[in-house]
């Protein structure tokens, strides 16, 4: 049997170049993604961006590479090409952050808001990095220009596929963006001093151990830039997103992709921080028994919590990033119980496999920028319905204004749960047409419920929180003509979304003057836990007569 000799197998210095450069040069555009994202969202127009900006950086390298192969191709030139650009991956992990803020002041359309940062701090380095795939098929040892290229391109693509699923299933999830972009660069130096062995010299050497020291400098030193205030407890990089937990003063907040999602008083793990999450008792008026939640969507897990500990309820919670959850136990003070279960997966998929149903039906896993479209579809709406008991209530946290341009989300999800459900209320939490929460509310109950009946049950009924402040912010009509019904086939949630973009989410805490929230009866909750769990169990006669 024929054998290959050993040095049929090995890499020549224009094919580990050409390796590599594919490697980094997917690595970094799948890093790109987060990098964008918490300043831009990670919806398909950033992703768009992304691509076609990394396509366009390597086509004019390709370009001007090939144009110089046959006189400039050497192996000096892909070592200056490597160090160049590890010395400037060196510059994004340090001034990624002011690099983001000082691209946001262009003047481009919210869907095109995006561009001038990829291209800022990705377009050069791709740039370089397309240099390397003509001078390697110019130095490359393969006979005919046909049969260079080819195989140059095919190891290249080699590489780029390495990239990808190395950057993807093994650096984002282990590693925060400064050290996934450290390997990136170390990757370079490294591929630099490869190509300049035996004879690297003192000068390419002082070189390369001088970009590597930057490269080192800059990933310890977590770059500039502005960051969430206060004490940075922990953080890391999931497979769905950016995660944060920062400590200021007495309330501990979980940042997702850079925004705020959950926050919780240190001194009362239990007590309401946001001025958005004290509605999520409203369905508690809108029906007269609930015995067993669902929350799709963790986060820092405040209703969750909230519900188990006070109410005599079964909670299930979907939260699909493992991630969250671990964060949830160790610093929001989660803890399983009888009647508190977490299961790691999608909201969407649990229902679908599940055979329980619920009285009530929590959908928090929206972001302002990003939102699984398939939690929001009319398909979604009528599994949630089939879920729910006969006098069941979904509730959806949807972030958006409650009016004007930026509106279109809110109001698309508005019609699409109208579709499904005989009646559907929403409760914004701000005043004005600020982007905000906004409390959608909709029951398989046919009897509509006016605010003044909401209004009458809250005084009736001891759920253990006064929610007339919430109450206040009733409405039960909107506008729709203007926006689709959500499914699964067509839902423009991205174009939904895309007025939103560069606007400011603007959340308070409960309590705040400014808030159309209040968390006033906190102090009072403990006291009557038990009273409530049993009228939220069993309706009192009153209630039943009145309702």
């Given at each position: 049997m024929a054998t290959l000799p050993a040095s049929s197998l090995r890499l020549s210095k224009p094919e580990v170049a050409v390796f590599s450069s594919g490697v980094a040069s997917m690595g970094l555009e799948i890093l790109a993604g987060r990098m964008i994202a918490p300043q831009f969202g990670s919806s398909i127009y950033t992703w768009g961006s992304i691509i076609g900006v990394f396509l366009a950086a390597l086509s004019l390298g390709y370009y001007h590479g090939g144009r110089h192969a046959a006189s400039r191709a050497s192996d000096d030139r892909l070592v200056k090409l490597f160090l160049a650009t590890a010395l400037y991956v060196a510059g994004v992990i340090f001034f990624g952050d002011v690099m983001l803020q000082s691209a946001v002041a262009f003047p481009l359309p919210s869907r095109f808001a995006s561009l001038p940062a990829v291209t800022l701090l990705f377009g050069p380095p791709t740039y370089l990095l397309g240099f390397v795939s003509p001078y390697a098929a110019e130095l490359s040892e393969k006979e005919g220009t046909g049969e260079a290229s080819g195989h140059v391109y095919a190891v290249g693509t080699v590489g780029s596929i390495v990239g990808a699923f190395a950057t993807t299933y093994f650096l984002i999830p282990a590693l925060s963006v400064a050290h996934i972009g450290l390997i990136f660069g170390l990757l370079s130096v490294g591929t630099a001093v490869y190509v300049a062995r035996p004879s690297i010299g003192r000068e390419r050497a002082g070189r390369s151990l001088a970009v590597a020291a930057v490269l080192v400098v800059a990933a310890a030193s977590g770059g500039v830039g502005l960051s969430a205030t206060g004490n940075v407890v922990y953080h890391t990089q999931t497979p769905y997103q950016e995660l944060e937990v920062v400590d200021r003063g007495d309330t501990r907040t979980l940042y997702l992709d850079g925004q705020p999602h959950s926050a919780m008083d240190l001194d009362d793990p239990n007590a309401h921080v946001f001025d958005y999450t004290p509605y999520f008792h409203l369905p508690l008026l809108m029906t007269d028994d609930v015995d067993r939640v669902l929350f799709i969507g963790g986060g820092g897990f405040t209703g969750p919590k909230r519900f188990a500990a006070e109410y005599n309820v079964t909670v299930d919670v979907a939260e699909i990033d493992p991630e969250v959850v671990d964060v949830a136990k160790k610093y929001f003070a989660?803890?399983?119980?009888?009647?508190?279960?977490?299961?790691?997966?999608g909201g969407r998929q649990f229902l679908q496999e599940t055979n329980r149903t619920y009285d009530l039906i929590v959908l928090d896993a929206y972001k302002k920028d990003k939102v699984p479209f398939q939690l929001t579809t009319v398909e979604f709406m009528r599994l949630a319905n089939d879920r729910l008991t006969e006098d069941g209530v979904l509730f959806a946290n949807v972030i958006s204004a409650p009016s004007g341009p930026a509106s279109k989300f809110y109001r698309a999800q508005y019609k699409t749960m109208s579709r499904v459900f005989p009646q559907v209320y929403s409760f914004p939490t701000r005043e004005g047409v600020v982007v905000q929460n906004i409390e959608v509310v909709a029951t398989k109950n046919?009897?509509?419920?006016?605010?003044?009946?909401?209004?009458?049950?809250?005084?009736?009924?001891?759920i253990g929180i006064d929610l007339s402040e919430e109450i206040s912010t009733y409405r039960d009509e909107e506008k729709t003509g203007d926006v689709p019904v959500l499914r699964d086939d067509r839902a423009p949630v991205d174009a939904l979304l895309d007025?939103?973009?560069?606007?400011?989410?603007?959340?308070?805490?409960?309590?705040?003057?400014?808030?159309?929230?209040?968390?006033?009866?906190?102090?009072?909750?403990?006291?009557?836990?038990?009273?409530?769990?049993d009228a939220i169990r069993a309706p009192e006669a009153t209630h039943a007569a009145a309702d």
């Open positions: 989660v803890e399983e119980s009888e009647n508190l279960t977490i299961h790691t997966t046919a009897t509509h419920v006016s605010q003044a009946e909401l209004r009458a049950r809250n005084e009736r009924r001891n007025p939103m973009v560069g606007q400011r989410y603007v959340v308070g805490e409960a309590g705040d003057a400014n808030a159309t929230a209040s968390n006033r009866s906190d102090a009072d909750a403990t006291a009557t836990a038990g009273a409530a769990s």
